[in-house]
């Protein structure tokens, strides 16, 4: 059983951040790559980010240079710092592990909400 819990969102003003936090439960966190996506009302769900086990990144190129994730395996955690938001980074943030490309799991999401 694989759980994951977001938690960070808010309502944040145009180049503000917020820290987004993900824990996982279980035993498969450390072999898993650890994704964020987000998805706006009426948009497609996009991805944001991803760490993998090994600790490399890769991010959308709409985020690039504002945004950060990182992951603490000793917690089971996954973090996304988010910087410079602006409105169009609205939407719900969701997280999502790929175990060894078998099994996927996902977080019910958290909302983020960047006013002009």
């Known amino acids: 059983q694989v759980q994951l819990v977001e938690s960070g969102g808010g309502l944040v003003q145009a180049g503000g951040s917020l820290r987004l936090s993900c824990v996982a439960s279980?035993?498969?966190?450390?072999?898993?790559?650890m994704n964020w996506y987000r998805q706006n009302p009426g948009k497609q769900r996009e991805l944001v980010a991803t760490i993998t086990s090994g600790g490399s990144t890769n991010y959308a190129d709409s985020v690039k240079g504002r945004f950060t994730i990182s992951r603490d395996n000793d917690k089971n955690t996954v973090y996304l710092q988010m910087n410079s938001l602006k409105p169009e980074d609205t939407g719900d943030y969701y997280c999502?592990?790929?175990?060894?490309?078998?099994?996927?799991?996902w977080g019910k999401g958290t909302p983020v909400t960047v006013s002009s």
């Open positions: 999502n592990a790929d175990v060894l490309r078998t099994r996927y799991y």
């Open positions: 279980g035993n498969m966190f450390r072999v898993a790559t």
